[in-house]
């Protein structure tokens, strides 16, 4: 996709690149990698997500990792998740690779910021990620990939290879017509702080996550 595409205008209904510009970026190891973003026309849910490709983002399946933002994580170094590492392993790997990140707007697993810093407070009193949720009035997992299947359809990708643990990515993308060819797993990236909320992850919602016995646990 060329930069030629800066603020076009889309020809149909379909979703559709509205911008693409240079994005130079400090990776954790200290290299520095180049990657164009984009941003789209027409997206279902109207909000600002946007892709990073690396490299020239061909072949028969590039590399993608769906990653959902995480304020605490990603900005601020949070060890009660996995975000932030999952995000720099993911950007290191594409450098490295090719490929695409599509960065959305799904704070908490979709039900917001303030909301997960209100679910954070009630982990504290005892609850798992998930029960938390639940006690807020919200779903374990309240994200749709809608837009992620629209963003890759827009960058002329059909068919991927998917770096997740989660099982739900690979089967809302295959549902709304993304084929994935494959399904590599990131790094497990766990803590004092996080090992509850991984341990969760992988009772209520299957990850692909192989955690350490921890004993008397």
Known sequence: MSPSCLQAVPASNEPSVRTAAQLPIHLADGREALATIY?????ADGKEHVAL????????????????ECMTGDVLGSARCDCGPQLQESLRRLHEEGGYLLYLRQEGRGIGLYAKLDA??????????????????????ERNYTVAAEMLRALGVSRVTLLTNNPDKRAQLEALGIEVAEARPTG?????HNLRYLEAKVRHTRHTLVLPVVEGG
């Open 39 to 43: 941003s789209f026309h027409g997206l």
């Open 53 to 68: 490709r690396f490299g020239d983002g061909q072949g028969d399946a590039p590399l993608v990792r769906v990653h959902s």
């Open 120 to 141: 954070y407070r009630l982990q504290e009193q005892g609850h798992d990620t998930y029960a938390a949720n639940r006690a807020l009035g919200h779903g374990d997992d």
């Open 188 to 192: 497990v990236f766990h803590g004092r």
